[in-house]
């Protein structure tokens, strides 16, 4: 008598990246000097852009900036200054400083309501 193997069914390999999964962005390279533009921050700082906001900072302090215009910020939330500070310390935590061009009243303000205009360099005013 004669027995059947079982064979079992092989499975399909699983997609590279599933449809709503979170992927990280790639890292950004250095280029061999720093870049003499300085980068804008866009005129929406709130939650809504945070995540744009953070790849630009993240690609201007890569790329051997330090010094950002914040002068067109028009909107701003707690998120927006948030990420200002957040983006301040890892500079630090690199050895370098993250220093801003311009900053706009708007800015300013904000960070001066939450408390925390100091820890951007921005001179309190009142």
Request: aromatic share 2%; glycine share 8%.
């Amino acid at each position: 008598m004669s027995h059947a193997r079982y064979k079992r069914p092989t499975r399909r390999a699983k997609p590279a990246v599933r449809s709503g999964a979170r992927t990280k962005p790639a890292p950004v390279a250095a280029p061999a000097a720093p870049v003499d533009a300085t980068p804008a921050l866009p005129a929406d700082l709130s939650i809504r852009a945070v995540r744009e906001t953070a790849a630009l900072i993240g690609a201007a302090l890569a790329a051997g900036s330090e010094r950002i215009d914040a002068s067109r910020v028009a909107m701003v939330d707690s998120a927006g200054v948030q990420l200002l500070i957040a983006a301040g310390r890892t500079a630090a935590a690199h050895g370098r400083a993250l220093r801003w061009a311009e900053a706009s009243s708007s800015l300013i303000e904000a960070a001066s309501r939450l408390g925390v205009a100091g820890l951007l360099g921005f001179a309190r005013s009142g």
